[in-house]
């Protein structure tokens, strides 16, 4: 593909590009490259799909000719998958803000590039849809009940059961078909972005361009302000959010009365609706593919949700009662201690190796299961890797003291040099083949093992004997059951 970008790159500026750089992507399937020959610099990118990338071609040649900052694609392959547009740089909107929310506060002029964006926004939603075809919009063309329910759908499987929160499927689906018929009932011809947040705000030549849009179409105006004001990794004041929404409501009285009040409660909505969809893309990213950055973002979009559903005053109780349970789910709740933490745990291996919550994927799984074990005789059946006579079984009969000073000088090593280079948190399994003796007798010595050489809080979890608990730091020496 790479090289049908190089006679693209030829066909705009008529020389080959000295030099092909592939970008990160930001979650995109699509591939993009920057391309440069001389001072000319442009980005050749390779789509997955010919109908989403003509939905962008169309787009964007929509809001060009209507004066909005958008990408310009320069040429097009023969199959519709590869095309040149020009180079904006590396800077978005997020990037451009991280000073801001590192310390939690944002300046009158960072205040100002966001109102800056949000001023334009009515002028893409309107200009957007002025004349347009929506049938070529991928994959639907418009905001409806299908593509509602696509989303909560993903919310409920992706975030509620990969979190473990119970819930009762019909009065769940009760409140999802009274939040779909709230969002549908503007049916304005307006063009609705869908992913409307400051990663897709690129700063160029000192203005904001706006790219990414290829999943556009037409759709009540409230989706994308709630898209931009609630995006919880952006971290924006409550101040910067008045701010935006005054900026918003101030233009878009070019194009439409304005009742604020009215206004604000039918945004509230649509806030909901985007943050249970925020909170199915972490659960899926973080919960099940294990990315860690995905996983953090959770707490600030729970708390996001729980604000407005307060403001919603009752109308949507089981969610709320849903959200409120999430919240308190222990791999949810934010770890206040800075300090290291160690997760040993016990498992059976037919149901599978634990997943590692944390994201980062460090720490060991060992295997007990070339252990004698004691699960083999009538008198053990129904004891388990705490109990006495399990204890000396394997202490007399077996070669697990061995098996365990392996184990140590392995385990001591990570722990002392993650300790020194301060790193947060490793997981260490332990698996046999019912999880109930081998593995709990090698988590319980190694949980202790560690909390008394290395002076680190140590969370053990037996899963198969549905019992955890903390030994603390050194700094307290507590135990206490979860």
Partial sequence: MTNILRKLFHTVT????????????DGSNRAYYRMRSGEVSLIGTVGTSVEENRAF???SAQMAVRGLDVPVVMAISSDGLCYIQNDLGDTNLYERLKPARERGSFTDEECADLCKVMALLPDIQYLGAEDFDFSVCYPVARFDRRSIFWDLNYFKYCFLKAVGVEFNEAPLEEEFERLCS???RDDANTFMFRDFQSRNVMWHDERPFFIDFQGGRRGPIYYDVASFVGQARAKYTDEAVDKMLDAYLESLQRYRAVDREAFMHELSYFRLFRLLQNLGAYGFRGLLERKKAFVESIPAALAQAIDVLGLLNGEFP????LMAKASNMPMLMKQEDDELTVDVM???YKRGIPDDYSGNGGGFVFDCRAIHNPGRYTEYKKLCGFDEPVIRFLEEKSDIKSFL???????D???ANYKERGFKHIQICFGCTGGQHRSVYSAEHTAQHIAEKHGVKVVVNHIMQNRKYTIESKKTGLITDI
């Fill in 413 to 415: 090593m990570m722990v």
């Fill in 14 to 25: 008529g020389a080959l590009p000295d030099e092909v750089i592939k970008l990160t992507g």
């Fill in 405 to 411: 000073d392996n184990v140590y000088g392995i385990v």
């Fill in 182 to 184: 709230l969002l549908l």
């Fill in 57 to 59: 071609f169309a787009l």
């Fill in 318 to 321: 089981v969610l709320a009662d």
């Fill in 346 to 348: 016990s498992f059976s």
